[in-house]
């Protein structure tokens, strides 16, 4: 069983936000594959069912996003999962431009919220993570209002090509491996 995680805050005000690219990134799995968000558990969304042959848990973690790394915990142990072989958390950052995915197989939090939150609940830096690049905010603006601003209509018109190359690369992760994936979709 592989936990898919995609990082976002629950709601409408936040849901087309740049933070909650991961979200808009299962959404897009899920909606690949005839997955449905119907069951509710560890205070989370999850979509269930078979992706390339392996069964999987589409979760969006309704605790926001400061708080992720509850769900992530509950989670992992209601699913039996080995962090390191079977989760792979979905999360927008900043520190990539905008549209590049770098995939890694495992690394500190940086200063994400999200990942600080589920490195601290699980106590290990040892699992997979898809990152997607929002960009930086420009000028003085906050980095907390970047985050929670929308993509602009020129990002937002691309959006659905990266997140289908999200869904592509989170398949390979699936079929072929981490290290495949890395290959084909991490930037030189």
């Known amino acids: 069983m592989w936990l898919i995680v995609g990082l976002g805050n629950p709601g409408e005000r936040y849901a087309r936000t740049r933070h909650n690219i991961g979200f808009r990134s299962v959404e897009t799995l899920a909606e690949r594959h005839g997955l449905v968000f119907r069951n509710q558990r560890a205070k989370s969304e999850i979509a269930e069912g ?5 069964r999987v848990a589409l979760v969006k973690p309704q605790t926001y996003m400061n708080l992720s790394g509850q769900a992530v915990t509950a989670l992992r142990q209601w699913y039996k999962i080995d962090p390191a072989r079977e989760l792979l958390v979905i999360y927008d950052d900043l520190d990539l431009p905008f549209a590049k995915l770098r995939l890694r197989e495992r690394g500190s939090a940086g200063t994400h919220n999200g990942m600080r939150s589920i490195v601290g609940q699980l106590g290990t830096t040892e699992f997979p993570r898809l990152r997607i690049g929002i960009g930086q905010p420009s000028g ?14 020129e990002e937002e018109e691309v959006l659905p090509e990266v997140l289908a190359r999200v869904a592509d690369a989170v398949e390979v992760v699936l079929s072929e491996g981490l290290m495949a994936a890395m290959n084909r979709y991490n930037p030189l």
């Not at 078979?50 to 392996?54: D, E, L, T, Y």
Request: hydrophobic share 40%; no cysteine; net charge neutral.
């Open 50 to 54: 078979i992706i390339r042959g392996q």
């Open 140 to 153: 003085q603006m906050d980095v907390a209002d970047y985050v929670l601003s929308r993509f602009t209509p």
